[in-house]
């Protein structure tokens, strides 16, 4: 019963909950790290990691895809010849173990690296892992997403090389699930050439009396006949 605490004591206690958890997450990356050094997913009959953890755990496909991810970079490494590795992420690790850092400021941190151009040294690599953690003691994961994008920016003040081609056009094609009656929802993205050649064969096949599949010899090609245009209800 924690109704006879003060707010005081509440708030203390809700803060010293929340760094329990937060460090409580460094010791599932060792777990997970050691399962993965020791076993497939498909020996424990799944078809992935993240699938193991969602029938193992009963969490949900986000939350799973995101375990494993931090184990990958916060979680210890293996190397070639059985060597134990530090985590890639050192600084990172250890603020997840001393239950400073959630699994939120984890995916700021990560996507600022991912985004880091290759040329970037590795110094500069360290100092900015160092500066996020440090920062990430202090800031909401949105507060430190603004940070990060400072950051980027300071080392990358150029921003990626322009690039005069021309971008390909989105285009594709989307097929929805069969329903009961057999139907399906069709949808897509089409670009403007293919739309022109679209609306011409639209207007040819599907005028009135063309291609009509409720006529016993329906009309494919040339002028469907005056009577096949009225008998078309489509």
């Not at 921003?159 to 699930?177: A, C, H, Y």
């Amino acid at each position: 019963d924690h109704t006879g605490l003060a707010v005081y004591e509440l708030l203390q206690l809700q803060s010293r909950r929340e760094t329990l958890a937060c460090a409580a997450a460094a010791v599932d990356h060792h777990i997970l790290a050691a399962l993965i050094a020791q076993t497939t997913p498909k020996a424990l009959g799944a078809k992935s990691w993240p699938e193991v953890l969602r029938i193992r755990l009963r969490i949900g496909k986000d939350e799973s895809l995101q375990r494993v991810r931090h184990a990958q970079v916060l979680g210890p490494r293996t190397s070639l010849t059985g060597d134990v590795l530090p985590p890639l992420r050192q600084k990172v690790a250890a603020g997840v173990a001393a239950g400073f850092i959630n699994a939120d400021h984890v995916d700021v941190i990560k996507h600022f690296f991912t985004a880091l151009p290759d040329w970037v040294d590795m110094a500069t690599r360290l100092q900015a892992e160092q500066e996020l953690v440090d920062a990430a003691r202090h800031q909401k994961p949105e507060t430190l997403r603004k940070t990060a994008a400072d950051k980027f920016n300071e080392i990358d003040q150029d921003g990626p090389e322009p690039d005069d081609t021309e971008p390909e056009p989105e285009r594709g094609i989307r097929l929805g699930k069969q329903q009961s009656d057999g139907t399906s929802k069709f949808s897509g993205t089409v670009t403007a050439e293919g739309r022109a050649f679209y609306e011409a064969w639209m207007v040819k096949f599907a005028a009135p009396g063309m291609c009509n599949p409720a006529d016993e010899h329906p009309c494919f090609s040339g002028t469907p006949t005056q009577e096949q245009i009225d008998n078309d209800h489509r």
